[in-house]
């Protein structure tokens, strides 16, 4: 069972366009992380948001947490072909089998 | 670099065996973490060490086992192995053991049953 459903699935644009990624979930996490994964590298994380309607920004990266704690987005300002990569929002809780939840991923492609 | 090291990088084995991957989490953190990444499951967290205790169980097979030695390194061991547990695995390491600490991922090893 996926319990958060990121959407695109697939993403390419041309540099300098913006673009929001999603994190969808029915369920609710206490805390919120961005990773970004290169191929045959262990993924690197972006943010962590822990707060209902929590928004922090990195540089051109700005990340939004849901009021509710279920959802969360990622929007890029000015894509560059530096920001390809695969995109994955990680659920946590405090406990149990899904204690850690991966999102289904972004593959995000930025032409030059 | 994240400070995280596993090896080995690329494991190749046969079905029925018994393989064993290592991890040695970066300095001062206490708290290691398994995952499996396969193109058709994603992502999935296996289990989590906190200072030699297990903390948290995810979707991890029975024939999987793992363990968090004194010296904080951890080993993942894998048995009876089938053509479906090919994948990478990761290992991750954090200083806490909650939901909320950062996890820092090395840079995985690639097991491929034949």
């Known amino acids: 069972t996926q319990l958060l459903e990121q959407s695109p699935q697939f993403l390419s644009i041309q540099e300098g366009e913006n673009l929001t990624v999603y994190c969808n979930s029915s369920s609710v996490f206490s805390s919120l992380q961005w990773y970004r994964q290169e191929p045959g590298e262990g993924p690197v994380l972006l943010v962590t948001v822990v707060t209902g309607g929590e928004v922090k920004k990195l540089k051109r990266l700005t990340f939004q947490f849901g009021d509710a704690r279920k959802d969360s987005s990622l929007h890029i300002t000015a894509a560059q072909p530096g920001d390809t990569g695969l995109y994955l929002c990680?659920?946590?809780?405090?406990?149990?089998?899904?204690?850690?939840?991966f999102g289904t991923g972004t593959r995000l492609k930025v032409l030059a | 670099d994240s400070g995280v090291t596993q090896t080995p990088k690329h494991l190749i084995t046969a079905t029925g065996q018994r393989v064993t991957l290592r991890c040695s989490p970066r300095s001062g953190d206490l708290s290691v973490y398994w995952y499996q990444q396969s193109l058709d499951q994603g992502l999935q967290f296996l289990i989590q060490y906190y200072n030699g205790e297990e903390r948290a169980k995810g979707n991890i097979l029975e024939r999987f086992s793992a363990q968090q030695f004194p010296d904080l390194h951890s080993e993942l061991n894998l048995s009876s192995l089938e053509l479906g547990d090919s994948a990478l695995y990761f290992c991750?390491?954090?200083?806490?053991?909650?939901?909320?600490?950062?996890?820092?991922f090395g840079p995985g090893t690639r097991l491929t049953v034949t």
């Open positions: 991750a390491s954090s200083v806490g053991w909650g939901y909320s600490y950062e996890q820092y």
């Open positions: 990680a659920g946590g809780r405090d406990s149990g089998t899904y204690k850690y939840i």
